[in-house]
């Protein structure tokens, strides 16, 4: 038995003795005691695993990720011969069947690779129509506008899975039948166990296609796939996305002819064409959210699962106007919506990754669901020769993004990167988290405004790889607004919430100035520099104003607002003292019960001083799995000491 064993041995022994300290002294309920101490399937990481080995597919096999810690897989029929392999759907089906018998959690992954939407080609080789298309701009031509294939420069032809060309999201026809190859093709074969042993099915990265993302380097694109071969002669262009009924679609929404209109949809700076794109771009995220985000959510509630998955490029808010209109919009119609963490260094992480984490979180909250996936991983590292990841980087990894409110943690991780000793330590650890997280609901009392209608009237598309710096001042004020908030409300530890126009202008005002959505109630509003509320967002704000709500403007005085002065103006019901810009904090409440999870992403060990109010306090260390009543001083405030990416969970004692 190594030391790392021994500890955590001697930790679990030692938990309920420390906890009995004296005979007052405060405990866990006994059903939290019991779920932290042996963290249920539901609340452990589920690995994915492509396309399970035919040598695996028995009780005896599976069990192999059970004893890794593991709470199930996700998975899917295996890519050869995607979708059409009869032997390969026995193997599935016999892996399945193998979960259930060992009480494993089984989601199915609905593509061959990436991005969805393709079932591996069998949709184009169904109607060639269906493949993404894009309105491309050419100023040398004498008919300037054409519509024509949307893959040389886009993320279809330029993934690390395979340059294959892919349907288009916004053409019903098309997801109708990706819907039809794939996800019905899974309930023909494992119709008894949806509901059951699968709970949900995981979509990837789907796009619009429209928009060029940058080539892969060199030395990387010679070893990906190739499916679909990219035509040299093809040039990059401005373009935006487009479909068979697009046109049609814009006259019924606003009466008027989209053709006409095209020229404002890649320059002008008139009123008038401000509202063309922006009316485009409201259309385009309708249709998205609802052709494909909705079309899938549908079908899996028919089906007794849940819709999960993630976006593409989370971390850039101008990007999601190309890639899918309103990101906080469609993942809104995932039941479990997702994010994409592709690094494990959490100190690289946290602060620039901030968006990636709030979108899924963000949209869960608004419509009253608590649950949020992150497929996670150390690709990062792996792909600058850095990693594999340590088992310290990862836990807190997974601690930051739990802060944020995930819980369900779907892993890229290499198993035979790691001991399986420290593979079955990180799943403990994740499982620890949400034995105390999962049932709470977090508490996040600010609001900043996701600026989305706004970046519709000003995005114009480029030929070149998307950037901010290619668009107009007032986008990249807006960006750079959104984005620097965000990130020093996150470096501050104080929890927030995303909202967009179509949300807000639902709010309730209550006669105390605060805004209620979803049962969730908010303090303060945070909005950008250079936003223009729509009418039914700004009646909002304004009554919110008239009642004493506390409204927060960036650059109000022409200046960006400083860390201190943001702070100053929005709620915080917890500081750390002294501040560090290395350390997460998410608040959440469970049975009337206030907990705090703080996270040291840093390489440097922090002490100080939690300040909360209330108590007495207990300190649960997710690592070593123990349970203490916390050190509070006379004014209350809690000893803080975390060691180098170390995380320690605070619940209030009654």
């Not at 609905?110 to 393709?118: L, Q």
């Not at 620039?352 to 009253?368: C, D, F, I, N, R």
């Not at 700004?538 to 702070?567: I, N």
Request: aromatic share 8%.
């Amino acid at each position: 038995m190594n030391a790392r064993t021994m500890l955590s041995v001697l930790a679990v022994l030692l938990s309920p003795w420390l906890s009995m300290v004296r005979a007052d002294a405060p405990v866990l309920p006994a059903d939290w005691q019991a779920a932290w101490s042996s963290p249920s399937m539901a609340d452990r990481p589920l690995q994915i695993v492509h396309g399970i080995p035919a040598s695996r597919a028995t009780p005896e096999g599976m069990k192999f990720y059970k004893d890794h810690g593991l709470g199930g897989i996700v998975c899917n029929v295996a890519f050869a011969d995607y979708l059409r392999s009869e032997e390969h759907w026995k193997t599935l089906v016999a892996g399945v069947e193998a979960c259930r018998d060992l009480g494993l959690i089984v989601w199915i992954y609905d593509e061959e690779g990436y991005p969805s939407g393709a079932a591996g080609g069998l949709v184009l080789a169904e109607n060639r129509e269906f493949e993404a298309v894009e309105l491309a701009y050419d100023k040398t031509r004498a008919d300037p506008f054409f519509v024509r294939p949307a893959y040389e420069f886009a993320h279809a032809a330029n993934n690390f899975h395979a340059a294959r060309r892919c349907p288009n999201l916004i053409d019903d026809r098309a997801m109708r039948c990706f819907i039809e190859k794939t996800h019905d093709a899974y309930w023909r074969h494992l119709e008894p166990h949806f509901g059951r042993t699968i709970q949900a099915v995981f979509t990837d990265e789907p796009s619009l296609m429209a928009v060029n993302l940058g080539a892969l380097p060199d030395e990387i694109r010679e070893k990906v796939r190739v499916v679909d071969p990219p035509d040299p002669a093809v040039r990059p262009l401005p373009s935006v996305p487009w479909g068979y009924d697009l046109a049609e679609q814009y006259r019924r929404r606003f009466g008027e002819d989209l053709v006409k209109q095209r020229p404002s949809l890649f320059g002008g700076d008139t009123p008038e064409d401000r509202r063309v794109r922006r009316q485009f771009w409201s259309l385009i995220a309708d249709l998205t959210a609802e052709r494909y985000f909705g079309a899938i959510g549908r079908w899996c509630s028919e089906h007794r699962i849940a819709s999960s998955g993630h976006c593409l490029w989370e971390e850039e808010v101008l990007h999601h106007v190309p890639l899918e209109g309103n990101g906080l919009k469609v993942l809104g119609l995932m039941d479990v919506p997702g994010l994409d963490m592709l690094s494990s260094d959490p100190a690289a992480v946290i602060h620039t990754g901030w968006l990636t984490a709030a979108l899924p979180s963000s949209a869960g909250m608004l419509h009253g669901r608590r649950r949020v996936m992150t497929e996670v991983s150390d690709f990062s590292q792996k792909m600058a020769s850095q990693g594999p990841a340590t088992l310290e980087a990862m836990q807190a990894t997974a601690a930051w993004q739990a802060g944020w409110g995930a819980t369900e943690f779907t892993l890229y991780y290499g198993i035979s990167d790691r001991s399986a000793e420290d593979y079955r330590a990180y799943c403990d650890y994740v499982g620890r988290l949400n034995a105390i997280l999962k049932p709470a609901s977090p508490v996040r009392k600010t609001l900043l405004y996701y600026p989305i209608h706004d970046l519709w009237e000003e995005y114009l598309p480029i030929a070149e790889r998307l950037n901010v710096a290619s668009q107009s001042p007032r986008a990249r004020r807006l960006a750079d607004s959104f984005m620097r908030l965000g990130q020093r409300l996150q470096r501050s530890q104080v929890p927030f919430n995303l909202v967009d126009h179509e949300n807000l202008a639902s709010a309730q005002v209550e006669s105390d100035g605060r805004l209620t959505l979803a049962d969730q109630a908010y303090e303060a509003l945070v909005l950008p520099a250079g936003v223009a509320l729509p009418d039914a967002a700004a009646k909002v704000v304004e009554e919110l104003r008239r009642r004493g709500g506390r409204v927060v403007v960036d650059e109000a005085d022409g200046k960006p607002l400083s860390a201190e002065s943001l702070l100053a103006q929005v709620p915080a019901d917890y500081r750390v003292l002294p501040a560090s810009e290395h350390l997460s904090l998410g608040a959440f409440i469970r049975d009337g019960r206030r907990i705090v999870l703080v996270t040291n992403v840093g390489g440097e060990a922090y002490r100080g001083r939690l300040e909360a109010k209330g108590g007495p306090w207990l300190v649960l260390d997710p690592a070593a799995a123990t349970v203490q009543p916390a050190e509070q001083d006379a004014e209350g405030k809690i000893g803080l000491s975390l060691g180098a990416r170390r995380a320690m969970l605070f619940v209030e004692a009654r």
